[in-house]
């Protein structure tokens, strides 16, 4: 009972990972039908373009068994070879026609579901063997289906044949007063054109169990509510775990910004809740780097840092908002702040060069265009 309400609650319709999953286990929508209709249709169809191929390869081999001499045929060691050259000539003319079936047979499948090979579809499994689990499937739904089918194909079918009778009746009863061999070509005629039309009947057949077989995959593989939320935490993550991850990641970045400070020219601060650290070389980039930023306490980070490994640390609030809202870390500021940032670090390599006593003067007010200001 529980599992047929189970059933009930699988109202989601498959996911792209579970329909990916049962291919790789070899559950693919497959029309019986399909491969039957178009085996013996094609192979009727098949038949008609090349009778004449293969009559005349057949016609041969009778023609050259039939004139044995007495002696060939009393020859033991003349009869083997015989036999195999008659069947390598048999089988000439039947290739055209058996290549046409083989093709039929391997890509036909193909139609409904597309190629699959699964070796877990191969593997030997007990439960195949377990006559309750053969039984339920003779007696189950699917076996009551594969019997409808089965009743509606010989009723189509035998309908078709008989009708067919019908019509060439008189035909089938002057076979007996036609010559021999026009008698044979036109019996073999019928029977082409019978086989051909009553094959043409199983497309009806091949049309209603494809979408049927189509529909029946899809409900196989219908999800529940919680089965989908559980696919969607397998494959996206736990939300929690996720978080972790992200302020590892956070956690991460900050440390390889907090190791990139060091090596900074200079670093320009708000100066109490924006930092950004800039380096410049000519020889890697075409513009200074913002190696590290932040805000508040990573902020006053980064000036720790900098003060500790003696890296200038310049006041120019407007210019620090504008670099830290405008580029990323281990990214080139932009264009518009070329004149700025390269007045703030001519101005700290002079510090730098300067003599105790005579130092250089600050820039002028640094114009920050009105693209990159943020107040």
């Known amino acids: 009972m529980a599992e047929q309400n189970s059933q009930y609650d699988k109202t989601q319709e498959p996911t792209p990972k579970r329909l990916q999953d049962a291919r790789k286990k070899g559950q693919i929508p497959r029309s019986r039908e399909l491969n039957t209709m178009l085996v013996t249709f094609i192979g009727a169809i098949g038949l008609i373009f090349t009778t004449e191929y293969i009559s005349q390869h057949l016609h041969g081999i009778f023609l050259h068994n039939f004139q044995l001499p007495i002696s060939h045929i009393m020859d033991k060691n003349y009869l083997i070879p015989h036999l195999t050259e008659s069947g390598i ?11 046409l079936m083989f093709l039929v047979a391997l890509f036909g499948p193909m139609l409904i579901g597309g190629m699959s090979f699964s070796a877990s579809a191969m593997a030997f499994k007990m439960s195949r063997m377990n006559p309750l689990s053969g039984l339920k499937r003779m007696f189950g739904l699917k076996g009551l289906v594969e019997l409808v089918k089965a009743l509606l194909k010989v009723a189509l079918i035998g309908s078709i044949v008989y009708l067919l009778l019908n019509v060439f009746t008189v035909e089938i009863i002057n076979l007996g007063f036609e010559p021999t061999q026009e008698s044979i070509a036109h019996s073999y005629k019928l029977l082409l054109i019978i086989f051909t039309v009553s094959s043409a009947g199983l497309i009806i057949v091949a049309l209603i169990d494809a979408p049927y077989q189509f529909w029946q995959h899809k409900k196989q593989l219908r999800m529940s509510l919680q089965e989908v939320k559980d696919e969607f935490k397998e ?18 970045a900050q440390k390889r910004m907090m190791e990139a400070v060091p090596d900074a020219d200079v670093v320009i601060t708000n100066p109490t809740h924006f930092a950004v650290a800039l380096k410049y070389d000519a020889e890697k980039s075409s513009a200074p780097i913002v190696v590290a930023k932040g805000i508040d306490f990573l902020a006053e980070k980064i000036k720790q ?16 908002r504008a670099v830290y809202y405008s580029t990323e870390v281990d990214k080139e500021i932009p264009s518009g702040l070329y004149i700025s940032v390269a007045k703030v670090l001519a101005y700290v390599l002079q510090l730098k060069n300067a003599v105790p006593g005579n130092y250089p003067n600050p820039p002028d007010e640094l114009e920050i265009p009105n693209e990159f200001r943020t107040e």
């Not at 494959?235 to 991460?252: H, I, M």
């Not at 840092?305 to 620090?320: D, F, Q, S």
């Open 89 to 99: 000539h048999a089988l000439i003319g039947l290739t055209p026609y058996l290549v």
């Open 235 to 252: 494959t996206e993550g736990n939300p929690e775990n996720k978080g972790r991850l992200r302020n590892l990641q956070r956690e991460l």
């Open 305 to 320: 840092i900098a003060l500790k490994n003696e890296v200038n640390v310049y006041c120019a609030p407007a210019l620090a």
